[in-house]
C-alpha cells in the first residue's frame, strides 16, 4: 500500500516535470525568445562599452587614479587576455580624453533599447499588454537596469576573485573556495533578478511565482559564468584568432545570458497556469454547441390525441418549416470545398509575391549592426569607438528604413494582382 501511493506520488512529479519542460520549450520558441535574446545581446554588446566609460568617469571623479586602474584591471582580466587587452586598451584611452556627452547618448539609446526588449519579451509571454503609462516605464527601466548591472557586476567581480586570489583551497579536491563563490553568485544573483520576474510581466505576480524564474536564471548564469571563464582560460582557438575571438566569446556570453534570463520568466508562466495554449499546457474546452438546439421544445410539446386532422396537418406544416430553416442554418455553417481551394489558392499567390525574405529582415539588420560593431571594437578606441557606434545606429536605422520601402514597395506592386484575384473571386 505505503509503496504504490509512493509511486503514484513519484509519478506524478515526473508527469508534471515532463509537462512543465515541454511547456517551456514550446513556449521559448512560439514567443520568439531566441530571436528577442539575439536582440538582447546585441544591444547589450554594444552599451557594453559606454557602461564601463560611466563608471570609470564616476571613479575617477570621486576616486583616485589608482581605483581607476584597478577596476580597468579587473574587468579586463575577467574577460580574458585578449578581449581584456582590447577593452582595457579602449577604456584607458577614453578615461584619458574624458566622457563626452555623444557616448552618453549612445549608452542611453541602447540602454533603452535593451530595457524595451525586456519589456517586450516579459509582456508577451504572459500574454499581456505592456506599461501604458511614462512612469511605469520608467519604474520597469530602472529596476531592470539595476538588476541586470548587479547580476553583471556579480559575475565579473565573482570570476576576478576566484581567478585572482590563485590560493589552493582545496578539500578532497575539491575547490573550497570555488563552491563557495558559486553558492554566493547564485543567492546574489537570485535577489538581483527576482525585481524582474516581479514587476516586468504587468501582471500580479507574487514573490512566490517570481521565485522559480529568478532561481533558474541565476543558476544558468553561475554555470555560464564558469564555463566563460574556463573556456577563456584554456581554450587554444580563443587564442589564436586573438581579440576577434575575444569579441565572439563575449557575444555570445550576453546571447545565453539573454536567453537565461526570458526562458526564467517561461517557466514562471507555466508553473502559474498562466500561458496560453503553445506552451502545450493542456486548457479547458468549451462544450460545443449543440446541433439538436434549435428544435428544442418542437418535439416536446404536448400533442392531445383528440386533434383534428386539420390541426394536425398544420403542425406538420409548421414542423417543416421549421426543419427547413434548420437546414438552411446548417447550410450556412458549412463550408464548402470549392470556397476553401479558392481562397487557399489566393493566399498561397499572395505569400510568394510578397516572397521569404521579408522574415528574415529583422535577423539581417542584427547580423550586419553586430558586424559593423565588431570592425569598430576591433579597429577604433576611444572617442572615435564611441563615434563609430552612433554610425553603427545610424546606418541600422537606415537599412531597416530601406527594407521597409522596399517592403512597401513590393507590396504596392502587387497591388494589381491581388484586385485581379478579388474580382475572380466574385
Known sequence: MW???ISRTVNGYLDRAVTVTRGVVNGAQSDRITFIAASLAYYALISLLPILLLVLAAAAAFGDPGTVEQLVERASTALGEQAGTLVREALTGAVGGGVTLLGVAVLLWSALKLFRGLDIAFSEVYGRPGPDSLLEQLRDGTVALGAVAVGVAATVAVGALVSGLGVDRSVQGVDLLGVLGSVGLVAGLTVAFLPLYYLLPG???GVR???PGAVFAAVGWTVLQTGFRAYAAGAGSYETYGVLGGVLLLVTFLYFGALLLLLGVVLNAVLAGRADAGTGLAETERPAPEPTAVLEG???RDHPDDLSDEELREELERLYDELDRFEERIDDRTVHREEIESDLKRY???QVRRGKARGWG??????????MTLGAFFYLSGGWAVLAMVVVWLSTLGLYVLMLIVG???TIAGVPARLKDR???R
Open 348 to 350: 498561397v499567390r499572395r
Open 408 to 410: 512597401t514597395t513590393a
Open 3 to 5: 509503496g504504490s501511493g
Open 209 to 211: 511565482e517570481a521565485l
Open 423 to 425: 474580382f475572380e473571386s
Open 298 to 300: 418542437i418535439m416536446t
Open 362 to 371: 529583422p535577423y539581417l539588420v542584427l547580423l550586419y549592426g553586430t558586424a
Open 203 to 205: 501582471d500580479d505576480v
